[in-house]
């Protein structure tokens, strides 16, 4: 179903679709950086061990898409002014392990953009968008969501 957001954006709409493939360096850099320290992520026999056909990526890697996408570009189709905005939350739905060696599409769309009084009064708009990754078969590998709030000027 289509409706209208708050700014005039149809909710459901495309904002942005980014590929890219998954890195065994990048999956190990991108653990380290997190502190991931099961070595499954930096190890293939440890991968192999645990019968992945590859180093898998830790849960939170496809955020790594934003290096990907022009951020200006989807800030502007949304009318955020960037410098009041901040992430709300951000989960993820995984329908299988994203291991090295996929390569990923994800089609990002505006499913909610509201509204709602402050608790410390002023107005925010929460903004939310999901992104179905899916590999190369047109499977979904894992759903994102996240939720932008834009505080009041």
């Known amino acids: 179903m289509t409706r209208s957001s708050t700014q005039g954006i149809p909710i459901g709409s495309v904002l942005d679709t980014v590929s890219f493939e998954v890195e065994a360096g990048k999956i190990m850099e991108f653990a380290r950086a997190t502190h991931a ?18 180093v898998p990526a830790t849960p939170t890697h496809v955020v790594v898409a934003a290096h990907h996408r022009d951020q200006k570009e989807f800030v502007a189709a949304l009318g955020l002014a960037i410098e009041r905005v901040v992430v709300g939350s951000v989960d993820w739905e995984y329908i299988r392990p994203i ?45 994102q969501r996240e939720v932008l709030i834009e505080r009041g000027a």
């Open 37 to 54: 320290a099961d070595p499954v992520h930096t190890h293939p026999e440890a991968a192999r061990a645990m019968d992945f056909p590859n």
């Open 99 to 143: 291991v090295a060696g996929d390569r990923l599409t994800g089609t990002r769309r505006v499913i909610d953009d509201v509204t709602r009084e402050g608790k410390r009064g002023g107005v925010m708009r929460l903004v939310t968008l999901e992104t179905a990754w899916v590999d190369d078969t047109g499977a979904t590998a894992v759903t």
